[in-house]
């Protein structure tokens, strides 16, 4: 396997966020075409934020750590629904309002992690 084919999804720092609609078509691209695990750089921290989205006044964060089976999952999700796929904000595994949830069945999907972005996070 070429290096290429395992290369993480490119960044986006918290002041050059993307929009919802960006952040789905860079999900889509990076799965097709890369094979890495991970959606971030190996090397650095699982929780570090590896791409910052808004959703109208929301500003979330997807971990480096996010997963490439979770990507997946994300997407089937995304292509079963009709129109926009609303995010949630509900509690995270620490107890905190911070992890997003997607549909109206508010689901969590395994290994996509994507949070809340707030100040000191």
């Avoid at 971030?40 to 590896?50: R, S």
């Avoid at 994300?74 to 904000?89: F, I, K, N």
């Amino acid at each position: 396997m070429s290096d290429v084919a395992l290369h993480p999804m490119e960044r986006v720092e918290r002041d050059a966020w993307i929009t919802k609609l960006e952040f789905h078509r860079r999900l889509e691209d990076w799965y097709r075409e890369s094979r890495a695990p991970l959606i971030g750089d190996p090397g650095v921290p699982g929780m570090t934020g590896w791409v910052f989205v808004r959703d109208g006044h929301m500003l979330a964060k997807l971990h480096a750590d996010t997963t490439r089976a979770g990507v997946g999952e994300y997407l089937a999700l995304l292509r079963s629904q009709r129109g926009e796929l609303p995010w949630y904000v509900v509690e995270s595994a620490r107890g905190q309002p911070t992890k997003i949830a997607f549909g109206a069945e508010r689901r969590i999907i395994p290994g996509f992690y994507l949070y809340l972005y707030t100040l000191g996070a």
